[in-house]
């Protein structure tokens, strides 16, 4: 579909990129024990790092990464590998409701990568409300959570890139091309 109609094979790659990874890869990963250490491949066996739990899942998700590289990245240059730095979007020293009100403003329904201070994860942003799923190093496990209520949340900056609403991401994704880390 690509190589007649490259909008529409976007669009429906997005949505599948949006759908397999939320509702068919991260489940499996739903009580996997955090550890600062871990790197675990296979859910719910041995311990996973917040880092890893990203670049993991999108490993699992297709996309062609090493995720060993990836997951031992700050969360600004893990963002790089997946957007621009002009593209990525990074707030800092906010109430949440400020916070929330800003996604709101630039962003739609999707979900998102965020690097914070000292932490990484995915933000679901649906109908308005933000949702955190990550590997929680305050509850020893990964997990979906409001990103209000999440102590792992709290960030003097959080750096957002797109995932399923990176065109150019899903266009990588579609021609398996490989996510590098970026060079500073």
Known sequence: MYQTNPEKAIDSAAKYVYSKLVNTIVPHWYGTEWDFNGHTNTPNEGEIACGYFVSTTLKHLGFNLNRYKMAQQAGLTEARMLQPRANLKIF???????????????????????????????????????????????DDKVMIEDAEKSPCFSSNIYVFAEISTNKKLIK???????????AH
Not at 111 to 131: A, P, Q, S, T, W
């Open 172 to 182: 990588s994704w579609i021609l398996n091309e490989r996510l590098n880390v970026p």
């Open 92 to 138: 800092s020293n906010l109430s949440f409701k400020a916070l929330k009100e800003n996604i709101n403003a630039v962003y739609t329904d999707g979900i998102y990568f965020v690097g914070l201070d000292n932490h990484v994860g995915y933000v679901i942003l649906k109908d308005k409300e933000l949702y955190f799923l990550h590997s929680s190093y305050y």
